[in-house]
Every structure is written in C-alpha cells, then in structure tokens.
T-cell receptor
Framework: DAGVIQSPRHEVTEMGQEVTLRCKPI?????LFWYRQTMMRGLELLIY????????DSGMPEDRFSAKMPNASFSTLKIQPSEPRDSAVYFC???????????FGDGTRLSIL | EDQVTQSPEALRLQEGESSSLNCSYT??????LFWYRQDPGKGPEFLFT???AGEEKEKERLKATLTKKESFLHITAPKPEDSATYLC???????????FGKGITLSVRP
C-alpha cells in the first residue's frame, strides 16, 4: 500500500521566495497533520485537519505560513515570503481518525538561503 | 503544557547488549503514548501505542511499557539494524496533536 507521499523531497530557494510543499495522505485516512523538525526544537505540530477542516493551527509560526486541504487526497503548506529560519524538514502525516496512530511521509528538506 | 523528556540523548550498545530507553511525560489527561523509530532521511515509523498504566506491547526485540509517569522501550539482544532514533510522543486532553520528545539516538555496534 502506498504511504504518505510528499513532494518535493528537497527544496533550496532564496529568501523572500514563495515555497509550496505538497502532501498526499494515505487513502481512507481522515486526519492530516503537518510537522516541522529541527535539531533545536525536535518535531513540532504546525497544523492538523480532520475531514479536510483545519482543527488546530496554533503551531503555525506566523502569518507567512498557510495550509490548505481542498480535498481528502491533497494538502499544501505554503510559506510566503520565506526566511532562512524556516529551514527545516517538514513532515506530513495521516491517520484513520484523530485517535489512531499517525503515519508519516519521508519529509521535505527545505533550505532557505 | 504537555512535556515529554527522553533519556539518554544517545546510547551506544554492543550487539546483543540489552538496554532500555526512557520517556518521561507530564500531561493532563493522557489518551495515548506512542513510540516511533526514525532512520536518517526518513519519516518516523510507527511502532507502538500504549493507552493505560500497566500496558505492555512487544514486537520482535522491542517491548514497550507504560506507567503513570513514564514509558520504557526495552531492547533485547539488539542488532546493528536496530540503530536509529527512537521518538516518544503523547496525545492528551481534547487535542489530537502529538507532543514529541527530542528522541534517543541508538547505535548498535557489531
């Protein structure tokens, strides 16, 4: 079975540019989560959706970050404008429901120069 | 605020040398404690969920246990392929988000 698919796997861009990260959850999963991982802070939740509706976005750092889930099989995380401190690995995860184990994609490694 | 602390930060074992990884947590209303394994360049891979104190789960050389304040991941006779970072996370209260510890990097030498 296909797992969570994220694209791109790597992204290098200059400060000020718009960055869009994409995620395809596991088919049939109703909950989708976006995390960011850094050496300093570890894995932190940014936002999560249940049945395509944003439930908790308290982890989104600031207004430069936005996330959408237009349908059950696709989500995006957008950063505009990007800054060097946004450099991190961004993970998407999905689960059957909010209480079930979350299954992670292999992440997008983002470098902002 | 939910807090998860893992110790030690890093652990080096000889193949066959059993040990335990610790995850201490402070939460209000634990709903579940999760263990994940993460290999370099990959996303976390789900291992176990524990829901209540006294619960135990096993998978191959790994056994996870839970008390009211901490969880242990016991590794019996580890092999080099068990080398990875092991992450602990809690889900608590009304929110479904996972709060992760910083992880324990395990290296098993042949």
């Amino acid at each position: 079975d296909a797992g969570v698919i994220q694209s791109p796997r790597h992204e290098v861009t200059e400060m000020g540019q718009e960055v869009t990260l994409r995620c395809k959850p596991i088919s049939g999963h109703n909950s989708l989560f976006w995390y960011r991982q850094t050496m300093m802070r570890g894995l932190e939740l940014l936002i999560y959706f249940n049945n395509n509706v944003p439930i908790d976005d308290s982890g989104m750092p600031e207004d430069r970050f936005s996330a959408k889930m237009p349908n059950a099989s696709f989500s995006t995380l957008k950063i505009q404008p990007s800054e060097p401190r946004d450099s991190a690995v961004y993970f998407c995860a999905s689960s059957l429901s909010e209480d079930q184990p979350q299954h992670f994609g292999d992440g997008t490694r983002l470098s902002i120069l | 605020e939910d807090q998860v602390t893992q110790s030690p930060e890093a652990l080096r074992l000889q193949e066959g040398e059993s040990s335990s990884l610790n995850c201490s947590y402070t939460v209000s209303g634990l709903r579940g404690l999760f263990w994940y394994r993460q290999d370099p360049g990959k996303g976390p891979e789900f291992l176990f969920t524990l829901y209540s104190a006294g619960e135990e789960k096993e998978k191959e050389r790994l056994k996870a246990t839970l008390t009211k304040k901490e969880s242990f991941l016991h590794i019996t006779a580890p092999k080099p392929e068990d080398s990875a970072t092991y992450l602990c996370a809690v889900q608590a209260g009304a929110n479904s988000k996972l709060t992760f510890g910083k992880g324990i990097t395990l290296s098993v030498r042949p």
